[in-house]
């Protein structure tokens, strides 16, 4: 467990606070296996309905014992109540993967199983070997077969679902993600005076690697000679095959990396910045659209995969593969304050479409509806 929350691990705290808001009845029990300490990177709640049940053994392990199927997890979450606490439950009603993940259940527990996107299987390019055998051994066609219930962000990862894994279409639900709220100003960090940030900058925040299209922003931000007061701040964790972007960052001047930061930095970044831009060639949501516009910013974004759903009518879109037309309308946006004003607005209304109270109610009302 890392202890910097992004993606998956963003969407499962988000979701579960959510629900335990609500929820004070059904119990919860929250499976995790690590051999090393990651007690400090757990969240803590305090719920009487909600308990962990952690193991210790080898992932590796762990993973090959599910995958040929010679464990059970219900039975080992069973086992461990017993051990810690002598809770005696007979079985569990459903099992819920917020994530693909190596799963072994037994025939009559139901699944209710969340992908996030099919980005392995359309650009296998973008993954490392290693990423696409594992894949290959998680058997997601197999997987959202067996799952009684999928969740999917978006009409798109749905569609794509459906469509790739012969699913049927009554078992996959779009369940979207919510926004968090914004860190008050009082919490906000002096991140500019920390980073040394100039008063004017582009923003662009996610992982570094191949599918998010981090050079052809830096491509396209070269041109934009008339607006050299402008930096381009890179915001993320390194990725696979992130050397080449790093290398490009060193090189162009008025572009800087900042690294992975926390929720509070990270408001103060959305709201500090003149525009946010967001190239990737394919989303299953695209979470720092959402972000950005309840914060505020205008929005520079592809015209692909999921994002249009995002964005709505509140957001510029662009073929993320041409230089040139990201750069005219970076040009635009920074220059016209009135379509500046228009997006923002326009991005505020569309931000409150989402929240994570109602993703939580919605599967509230999956689970209770489907099992």
């Given at each position: 467990?890392?202890?910097?929350?992004?993606?998956?691990?963003?969407?499962?705290?988000?979701?579960?606070?959510?629900?335990?808001?609500?929820?004070?009845?059904?119990?919860?029990?929250?499976?995790?296996?690590?051999?090393?300490?990651?007690?400090?990177?757990?969240?803590?709640?305090?719920?009487?309905?909600?308990?962990?049940?952690?193991?210790?053994?080898?992932?590796?392990?762990?993973?090959?014992l599910l995958f040929l199927k010679f464990v059970k997890l219900e039975n080992l979450v069973i086992e461990k109540l017993f051990e810690n606490c002598k809770l005696k439950i007979e079985n569990l009603n459903v099992w819920f993967s917020p994530n693909l993940n190596f799963t072994s259940l037994k025939k009559h527990t139901k699944h209710i199983l969340t992908m996030h996107d099919l980005s392995f299987e359309f650009m296998p390019e973008c993954f490392t070997l290693?990423?696409?055998?594992?894949?290959?051994?998680?058997?997601?066609?197999?997987?959202?077969?067996?799952?009684?219930?999928?969740?999917?962000?978006?009409?798109?990862?749905?569609?794509?679902?459906?469509e790739s894994y012969k699913v049927e279409s009554y078992k996959v639900i779009k369940l979207c993600p919510g926004?968090?709220?914004?860190?008050?100003?009082?919490?906000?960090?002096?991140?500019?005076?920390?980073?040394?940030?100039?008063?004017?900058?582009?923003?662009?925040?996610?992982?570094?690697?191949?599918?998010k299209n981090v050079s052809v922003l830096i491509e396209a931000y070269k041109k934009l000679t008339n607006l050299h007061t402008y930096k381009l701040i890179i915001v993320g964790d390194k990725g696979w095959r992130s050397e080449s972007v790093m290398r490009l960052i060193e090189n162009t001047p008025g572009v800087q990396y900042v690294g992975y930061v926390d929720a509070a930095k990270k408001a103060e970044l959305y709201q500090n910045a003149s525009l946010f831009v967001f190239?990737?060639?394919?989303?299953?949501?695209?979470?720092?659209?959402?972000?950005?516009?309840?914060?505020g910013v205008p929005v520079i974004t592809s015209n692909r995969s999921s994002l249009p759903e995002v964005g709505g009518?509140?957001?510029?879109?662009?073929?993320?593969?041409?230089?040139?037309?990201?750069?005219?309308?970076?040009?635009v946006i920074l220059?016209?304050?009135?379509?500046?004003?228009?997006?923002?607005?326009?991005?505020?209304?569309?931000?409150?479409?989402?929240?994570?109270?109602?993703?939580?109610?919605?599967?509230l009302y999956f689970y209770e509806n489907r099992h």
């Open positions: 467990m890392n202890s910097n929350r992004t993606g998956v691990g963003e969407y499962t705290y988000q979701l579960l606070n959510a629900i335990f808001a609500i929820d004070k009845t059904n119990q919860y029990f929250l499976f995790y296996n690590s051999s090393k300490d990651v007690s400090k990177n757990i969240p803590k709640w305090e719920q009487d309905n909600a308990r962990y049940v952690g193991l210790k053994w080898p992932n590796k392990l762990l993973n090959l290693k990423h696409r055998l594992w894949h290959w051994f998680l058997r997601p066609r197999k997987q959202c077969q067996r799952a009684d219930l999928i969740l999917a962000p978006s009409e798109n990862t749905a569609r794509d679902v459906i926004v968090s709220q914004p860190v008050s100003s009082d919490q906000l960090s002096v991140i500019k005076n920390k980073y040394g940030l100039s008063e004017n900058f582009i923003l662009y925040l996610g992982t570094l690697e191949p599918r190239p990737s060639l394919y989303e299953g949501f695209g979470l720092p659209v959402l972000e950005a516009m309840a914060m009518d509140a957001v510029c879109y662009v073929n993320p593969n041409n230089i040139s037309d990201l750069a005219e309308a970076m040009k220059t016209d304050e009135k379509l500046r004003q228009i997006m923002i607005q326009k991005g505020l209304e569309q931000a409150k479409k989402f929240s994570w109270e109602q993703a939580a109610k919605e599967f």
